[in-house]
């Protein structure tokens, strides 16, 4: 019981570092199209089927968004992917399209199959690179998730924690790690990213080798899994959230988070939904969350940024300047992928 007491405490105490930390100014200010701005306030509104943090990230957007362009008035609904993708496609079946904009980790396949998915044409979308918006034009990157290996500080001194997939398997380090078995946020992601690094053959031979680490499940969202090796329940977590383990490590919890070379990467994705509503405030508020003003609340409130001119708030947290490369998922990998990623899973390490 005390494990899990701990571990809630600093699940609570992480959320809460977003809920209390009031959202800074924007250094830059959002310039949007004025003919487009006109066009959103006539519609008055916007609804954002969203699975992002509420107090950590979406109001704080809406708190932002509503002092650069008032007269535009921001609803939302927050759930995980799955139960999103199943109320969007249900209300479109029904002709009955409720939210203007959606806004997942994994699902847009289904989407974009059931022609749920409208074009897009953001203007804060030239900004970004090309790896993070969708070449037709049917979804953009509105923040990153990377994962990779975090460990207990007290359980595994730091001297000697894994640095590379090499060490995941060294026989010392028997029946200390845990993870996510059921999610492309944890085992599956974990097997994509070895089979890209690696190839076919070598990464297939190497996943067999580490299912003798006993690695154990626990079906849970990676952040109470993480909490879980910060409670000393377990030594490591594998396809750990970099973000998650260093604002717990900020608050004095004994967790490091080690970017395997290469990590996870995949991207938050939005779009905008085809019989939108409000279509006119839909792309006035997805191009503010992709505009340099609405990255820099996404830095703020420790989320991973896309836009270039926006880092980090702790550069070891983006590739490029923490000096790690990442295989990054597309929407449409994850979910061509998963499948196989998961069946594989069943194979080796059941």
Excluded at 115 to 122: E, R, S, V, W
Excluded at 178 to 189: D, H, K, R
Excluded at 209 to 222: F, G, N, Y
């Amino acid at each position: 019981m005390v494990g899990r007491r701990c571990s809630t405490q600093w699940l609570v105490g992480a959320l809460a570092l977003g809920v209390l930390a009031a959202p800074p100014a924007a250094a830059e200010p959002y310039r949007p199209d004025p003919a487009l701005v006109a066009a959103a306030k006539k519609e008055g509104q916007v609804l954002v089927y969203t699975t992002l943090i509420v107090e950590q990230i979406v109001r704080p957007l809406i708190k932002t968004f509503q002092s650069q362009v008032p007269g535009v008035d921001v609803k939302f609904v927050r759930a995980d992917s799955i139960a999103l993708v199943v109320r969007l496609t249900n209300e479109a079946r029904a002709n009955r399209t409720q939210a203007d904009i959606w806004h997942l980790v994994d699902g847009v396949g289904p989407l974009i199959e059931a022609g749920i998915a409208a074009p897009l044409d953001l203007p804060s979308a030239k900004e970004l690179p090309a790896i993070y918006t969708d070449p037709k034009a049917r979804w953009v990157t509105t923040n990153l998730a990377v994962r990779s290996l975090a460990y207990n500080t007290t359980l595994v001194p730091p001297a000697q924690a894994p640095r590379g997939y090499a060490d995941l398997v060294d026989p010392r380090f028997k029946g200390k790690f845990a993870w996510n078995p059921n999610s492309v946020s944890g085992g599956y992601g974990f097997i994509g990213t070895v089979l890209k690094h690696m190839g076919e053959e070598k990464g297939l031979a190497y996943l067999r080798e580490l299912a003798k680490q006993e690695i154990t499940p626990v079906p849970m969202a990676i952040r109470a899994v993480l909490d879980r090796v910060i409670a000393g329940e377990y030594a490591m977590g594998l396809e750990m959230n970099g973000t998650h383990a260093h604002i717990s490590a900020a608050m004095g919890a004994p967790v490091a988070w080690v970017p395997l070379d290469p990590v996870s990467m995949t991207l938050q994705a939005a779009g905008i939904t085809a019989k939108a509503p409000h279509p006119n405030a839909a792309r006035l508020f997805l191009d503010f969350m992709i505009s340099r003003t609405g990255q820099e609340v996404f830095r703020d409130r420790d989320y991973i940024p896309v836009h270039p001119q926006v880092s980090a708030k702790n550069p070891k947290l983006k590739p490029e300047t923490g000096g790690y490369k990442a295989v990054v998922y597309s929407p449409e990998e994850v979910d061509a992928n998963a499948k196989r990623w998961a069946t594989i899973f069943q194979e080796i390490f059941r």
